[in-house]
């Protein structure tokens, strides 16, 4: 089954996943078992080896049904990018087939009450001793933290930054549930604390002071990448029902979408979905090609992609009115994952101060 068509079958239950506050464990095995968790991994490693553009296609067709599904496809594959490209052969014989078959479930730890949008600031700390790493701290906000086998958690070494592997079944780890949160509130999410938790040295990833410059970078471009094209998917979603709305929907003898200001809403959002869709191809082609400017292209995208996501589940919201209020309204739903998704990796003033230094690239 292509992903399109496994989305769409999934799309008649999506929202009781939102209401419930959890994608149910059998649509995660199903997920998995269709070769779409960590599915840009290479053959050799256990993944489908998908290239940029398909991965995108992948994170569209499921954003378009559930931003909270969507958002395990991405978690997944910024713990599995980051093993495959700063993990030891060990560690990557160890955890990618794993992750790629879903046997393991992973979650990116990073933020802090004191440490969100500047991860230099994490407290958690990694001390080394004799062939062992004791972690302490507590992280906010982890996706499907709930139900994750391992965590990849950004600390401090003597005040240099580190990423560490800490599997969820450690003594010391402690997960709490987080629910009735604004959106993506089926993606299980956590806080998770990690008192004086030992695991070996073997589970540190890249040498001490790569942590964030390296490992969790490495992380956060394979995030920004797959939640720009699940924007998409979710901005053509909210577009195709508030146009068919206008188009079906007759008040006092007039279709909605006969009237001026209905077909201007659209016009708009239609513009605002082509544009995110055309940047988020430039932005896998330039990962295609390996070109020195793909991570810029890649914040573009994503900042692009996440406004056209709130604007057009905004516009859709007032083409259907009341009924995009109602308790199970798919336009309701993603107009809350939207206004997430103009925060998670990387808010949108932080993108524009990145945009704003690669502009200067511009001078003539």
Not at 218 to 240: I, N, S
Request: net charge neutral; proline share 4%; glycine share 12%.
């Amino acid at each position: 089954m292509d992903s399109a068509a496994f989305a769409d079958s999934l799309r008649p239950d999506a929202a009781d996943w939102d209401a419930r506050g959890a994608v149910p464990d059998d649509v995660v095995k199903a997920l998995a078992h269709a070769g779409f968790l960590a599915a840009d991994l290479p053959a050799a490693a256990g993944g489908a080896g998908l290239a940029p553009a398909a991965l995108g296609e992948l994170c569209a067709d499921i954003g378009g049904v559930c931003s909270s599904l969507r958002a395990l496809v991405t978690v997944q594959g910024m713990v599995a990018a980051a093993v495959l490209r700063w993990g030891t052969a060990g560690q990557r014989s160890h955890w990618l087939p794993a992750l790629a078959r879903g046997d393991v479930l992973a979650g990116f730890a990073a933020t802090e009450p004191g440490a969100g949008s500047d991860l230099s600031a994490v407290t958690t700390s990694a001390v080394r001793e004799a062939g062992r790493v004791r972690v302490r701290g507590r992280k906010l906000w982890v996706t499907f933290g709930q139900v994750a086998n391992v965590f990849l958690v950004l600390a401090a070494d003597a005040g240099r930054p580190v990423a560490v592997l800490v599997e969820a079944d450690r003594p010391g780890v402690a997960v709490e549930p987080v629910r009735g949160q604004l959106g993506l509130r089926a993606a299980r999410l956590a806080h998770v604390r990690f008192d004086d938790v030992a695991v070996p040295a073997d589970n540190l990833l890249a040498p001490s002071g790569f942590g964030l410059s390296h490992v969790v970078a490495t992380a956060l471009d394979h995030g920004r990448f797959t939640v720009a094209w699940g924007c998409v998917g979710l901005a053509e979603a909210c577009l195709r029902t508030a146009a068919g709305h206008a188009a079906d929907r007759v008040q006092g003898g007039v279709r909605l979408a006969d009237h001026q200001v209905v077909r201007a809403l659209l016009g708009r959002s239609l513009a605002d979905v082509t544009a995110a869709r055309a940047v988020c191809a430039r932005a896998a082609a330039l990962r295609e090609r390996g070109a020195p400017d793909a991570v810029a292209g890649t914040v573009l995208a994503k900042y692009v992609a996440a406004g056209a996501a709130a604007g057009v589940a905004d516009r859709a919201g007032q083409v259907l009115g009341a009924a995009g209020c109602a308790e199970d309204s798919l336009v309701g739903r993603f107009f809350r994952d939207a206004k997430v998704m103009r925060i998670i990796e990387g808010a949108d003033e932080v993108a524009e101060q990145q945009l704003g230094g690669y502009a200067l690239r511009w001078r003539p």
